[in-house]
């Protein structure tokens, strides 16, 4: 007697199986669900291709049995099996389908691990796939059950149709299989229970094995003669049922076979999807695409991985919103009250979208703008988009392009990668289920340029009422219509969005606020709003516009409002605690007010105890200026104008930053030298070439300038220091005050301390016009600056500036450097307007 050789691993990770048992011989498709097998999956069998790495043990589980089990509760005997393939998709999540082949069967010695993945030592119980038996061991009680067997399965074979392919496939395996495989073949094509398969299993003997399987085969052929019988009693019925009821009876009883194509869900399923797709009212061009993809589906095995990519794109087609749309509000009077009620000023902004709804009142087909928002930080550019879409009655959705560097976060990724999803313009259709809403493209200047393509290339289609009425996605890969969907770009600065992006959109410009705006603000929305996120009330705290006035002028200057609002949230935050401390002391003490119960406290503690800690606050607390430094510290800004410019030498300039505008302060030395120039504070070329021409511009004007020293610079050496040295500055605005503190200088006199100015000179002494001049002349209001030097050229841009700010200010306009140094100092230069310099006739 030939002794039996294990030929499989002694050691075998496990899979179990929900409600289902493997046998040797049979095939099953086993879905990856438990975090067990989904471990055991990606550690053993992806990646993975010798043949010890795909033999696996399949081990079945108990109906209703726990999703962690206790490795010693396994079923001890189980099927060792090949991974014959591996499934799945990644996308919207993992999933993995295994189709497993059975070779033998194995019991468990010992669990090795449990964890991540159960691993066990085993021993082989029967032959694998193949291999006869001994024929020693085959006796006549087995013989006659083997051919009694053979002859019952060729019969139950007989009464299905041949002309069927799997029936013809298993024909000619049952002449050919060994005869100790055609218990565990026949039991797991056939109708069997949990617990009769079970029992297959578990008869290790072969001749066990005969006598378990042979009622079942039994039992299934008289079930077919019962249906046969019932057929010829009812010919009609049959006739018109034929082919459903052979693909009935083939699920029915061959439900395992891996041929077969889909399932009677899978079929549901795709019914119900293909009742989504003509519910959708898809266009014609994404109705034929989609009818296209839905045939190729009905076609597909459903084990294929491009099964799930076609489904979930055919899912996101039935999704996008086509042909739904909202009805706009056009109130004209209740969007302009709803505007004014959710943010003050920006009267600029709200007369675009005002101007919008009157022309949508006039004709509903009109495509929707690309504005973009222009602004310092905490303006309310992102809220303002948000108000926009609650007064339209639109959806409203944000996409933050922050860092993004990949055009695909866009287009989306074409579907013949792995994972391949939809971009962010789709999918943020989908999620607002309408084809009008609002779209916040969020930081749009802060694109970045990477590896995989420009995003902000990507963007042009997007954003340009011309293209995107066929917008294609390439994953979609149909035109989807974006031309009612009002898209609202926002961005700090201009300069970083590349110029076929910028010419798309309509810019609109939102400056910073003054401190009467901010004060507004603060009392209408930021207090309130702080006030009830803390917990508190209005009869527990009030702040008074006195100090909130002193908190926006000693402890913020900002352009927006985001500083301001966490001073205010520090002071609730300072106040809660109070409340908090003494909220145990205010129950009721018998009816007591708090007066009567510090008399009370006083006669009845020693006198060395203060009551005050006892006590709870008298309420409301008044945030008064003292309260203020109390909580906040001492003022961060000061008003250092006078003491800056006390000696000659220093400036008061005006500079356009990212953020807002900036008062900026220039400072010139001179010291014996060799007539050199020392520019400091981080300048760039621009401004470096600024202070050349202003230096020698005031050489070539000593003797007018009565400033003899200027023409004898061999002898000295000058600095010019622009403090803040660490923060990088340029740009063409600061000419006239280089010259302003070059004379200062020379001359020994003090420029004034109320004065600021912004320009650029020439050679000949023009002053050139600039740009941000609202955004200087805000800072020099925060400031507390009271003169503004300005050139002639720029006196339309001041009609932009508010007309409480314009009141506080005087503006002096001017055109030749000789009228900057007239207005700068107190007392009068000489004339210089009949120098050699050619008057601008602008």
Not at 281 to 305: N, V
Not at 441 to 457: F, N, Q
């Amino acid at each position: 007697m030939a002794s039996t050789t294990i030929s499989i691993p002694r050691r075998l990770p496990l899979l179990q199986v929900d409600e289902n048992v493997l046998l040797p011989g049979s095939s099953m498709r086993i879905p990856v669900r438990s975090h067990r097998n989904m471990n055991m999956v990606k550690s053993r069998l992806l990646g993975r291709n010798t043949l010890s790495s795909t033999i696996i043990g399949v081990i079945p589980k108990e109906p209703g049995a726990s999703e962690i089990m206790d490795t010693a509760s396994f079923h001890e005997i189980g099927t060792a099996a090949v991974a014959v393939q591996v499934t799945g998709t990644n996308w919207p999540q993992p999933s993995y389908t295994l189709l497993v082949t059975g070779l033998c069967r194995f019991k468990i010695e010992e669990i090795l691990q449990d964890s991540p993945f159960p691993i066990a030592m085993v021993s082989q119980l029967d032959k694998l796939p193949g291999e006869e038996v001994d024929d020693d061991v085959k006796t006549s009680e087995m013989t006659v059950l083997i051919d009694n067997f053979r002859e019952q399965a060729l019969k139950l074979v007989d009464m299905l149709d041949v002309s069927i392919p799997v029936v013809g496939k298993l024909k000619k395996m049952l002449d050919s299989v060994p005869a100790h495989h055609l218990p565990d073949i026949c039991a797991s094509i056939i109708k069997a229970s949990y617990s009769e398969r079970i029992q297959v299993l578990d008869a290790v003997d072969l001749t066990e094995r005969f006598k378990k399987t042979l009622p079942l085969l039994m039992r299934q052929i008289e079930g077919l003669k019962l249906l046969q019988k019932a057929r010829r009693n009812n010919i009609d019925l049959v006739a018109r049922k034929q082919d459903s009821s052979r693909s009935g009876v083939m699920r029915k009883f061959f439900k395992n076979s891996p041929d077969l194509a889909h399932s009677d869900d899978d079929a549901d399923d795709i019914q119900e999807l293909e009742h989504k797709i003509k519910d959708a009212k898809l266009p014609d061009h994404a109705l034929k695409a989609a009818t296209k993809e839905l045939k190729r589906l009905k076609k597909m095995p459903q084990h294929m991985p491009e099964h799930a990519m076609i489904r979930n794109y055919l899912e996101l087609m039935t999704e996008l919103p086509w042909s739904k749309s909202t009805t706009d509000s056009l109130d004209i009077d209740k969007a302009r009250n709803d505007l004014d009620a959710d943010h003050y000023g920006l009267e600029k902004l709200k007369k675009r979208v005002l101007e919008y709804l009157a022309v949508r009142q006039l004709k509903n087909s009109l495509k929707g703008p690309i504005l973009c928002f222009v602004g310092p930080p905490g303006v309310g550019k992102t809220s303002v988009g948000r108000s926009i879409a609650s007064t339209l009655g639109r959806e409203f959705h944000r996409i933050s392009l922050g860092g993004v560097h990949d055009q695909s976060d866009i287009r989306g990724h074409r579907r013949t990668y792995i994972g391949s999803m939809p971009g962010r313009i789709v999918q943020g259709l989908k999620l607002v289920a309408t084809n009008n809403p609002v779209f916040l493209l969020d930081e749009v200047d802060k694109l970045a340029k990477g590896l995989h393509g420009d995003p902000s290339a990507a963007l042009l289609e997007v954003l340009d009422p011309e293209q995107n009425s066929t917008f294609t996605d390439h994953y979609l890969n149909v035109p989807f219509d974006l031309s009612q969907v009002l898209f609202i770009a926002t961005a700090n600065t201009t300069s970083s969005i590349p110029a076929a992006l910028l010419d798309r959109m309509e810019v609109i410009q939102i400056p910073g606020y003054t401190h009467e705006e901010k004060l507004h603000i603060a009392v209408r929305y930021l207090v309130p709003k702080q006030v009830r996120e803390h917990g508190l009330t209005h009869e527990q705290l009030q702040i008074p516009e006195d100090s909130i006035k002193l908190i926006i002028s000693g402890y913020t200057r900002e352009a927006g409002v985001r500083s301001l609002e966490r001073k205010l949230a520090a002071v609730c935050r300072a106040v809660a605690v109070k409340v908090a401390e003494h909220s145990g002391k205010t129950t009721n003490r018998g009816g007591l007010t708090a007066v009567e119960r510090k008399e009370l406290l006083k006669d009845q503690l020693p006198h060395d105890i203060d009551t005050a800690d006892l006590i709870p606050p008298e309420l409301p607390i008044v945030i008064d200026e003292v309260a203020v430094e109390d909580i906040l510290g001492p003022a961060t800004y000061e008003h250092e104008m006078g003491e800056r410019l006390s000696q000659p030498g220093v400036v008061i300039g005006l500079a356009w930053t990212q953020v807002g505008g900036e008062i900026m302060f220039i400072e010139a030395t001179k010291m014996p030298g060799e007539g050199k120039l020392l520019l400091t504070g981080m300048l760039g070329d621009v401004m470096k070439e600024s202070a050349n021409l202003a230096l020698n511009w005031v050489r070539s004007h000593a003797d007018q300038l009565q400033v003899p020293l200027a023409r004898q610079l061999e002898k000295v050496d000058i600095h010019i220091h622009f403090p803040a040295g660490s923060v990088g500055k340029d740009g063409p605005s600061a000419g006239v005050a280089i010259v302003t503190v070059l004379v200062s200088l020379f001359s020994g006199r003090l420029v004034r301390s109320d004065t600021a100015m912004t320009g650029e000179v020439t050679l000949r002494g023009l002053v050139l016009p600039v740009g941000g001049i609202k955004e200087k002349v805000l800072a020099a209001h925060r400031a507390g600056i009271t003169r503004v030097i300005l050139p002639k050229r720029c006196e339309k841009d001041v009609r932009e500036i508010p007309k409480n700010v314009q009141s506080d200010i005087t503006f002096i306009y001017v055109s030749r450097v000789g009228q900057v140094l007239r207005a700068a100092f107190d007392d009068s230069f000489p004339d210089l307007e009949n120098d050699n310099g050619v008057i601008s006739k602008l």
